[in-house]
């Protein structure tokens, strides 16, 4: 199994920056994909940035440009560097790992971060 914990939420005016990071522990080798998601009040949860375990990356449209996913495989975190940040941006953040183990895939979730951004 794959535990997920994230931290760094809070609150920021529009413009400002926050760096959410998302700390793996359990069977860390069998992790393909770890994502952030984000969902809104009344939305659904969307996808908002994917690093692979080889380093590949993949942004939502709406946050490319200002928001960076990146790996540290040494401490086993996975962060989101989001900068230019709008009101829009607000929403529950949830960090996601994409498991791969023995044929079966398996997806984990954090208990998420609340992101405010104030206008």
């Known amino acids: 199994q794959v535990q997920l914990v994230e931290s760094g939420g809070g609150l920021v005016q529009a413009g400002g920056s926050l760096r959410l990071s998302c700390t793996a522990s359990?069977?860390?080798?069998?992790?393909?994909?770890t994502d952030w998601y984000r969902q809104a009040p009344g939305q659904q949860r969307e996808l908002v940035a994917s690093?692979?375990?080889?380093?590949?990356?993949n942004y939502a449209g709406s946050v490319k440009g200002r928001f960076t996913i990146s790996r540290d495989n040494a401490k086993n975190t996975v962060s989101l560097q989001m900068n230019s940040l709008k009101p829009e941006d607000t929403g529950v953040y949830y960090c996601?790992?994409?498991?791969?183990?023995?044929?079966?895939?398996?997806?984990?979730w954090g208990q998420g971060t609340q992101v405010t951004v104030s206008s």
């Open positions: 690093v692979t375990n080889s380093g590949n990356t």
């Open positions: 996601a790992a994409e498991e791969s183990w023995l044929g079966v895939q398996t997806r984990y």
């Open positions: 359990g069977r860390l080798f069998s992790i393909i994909r």
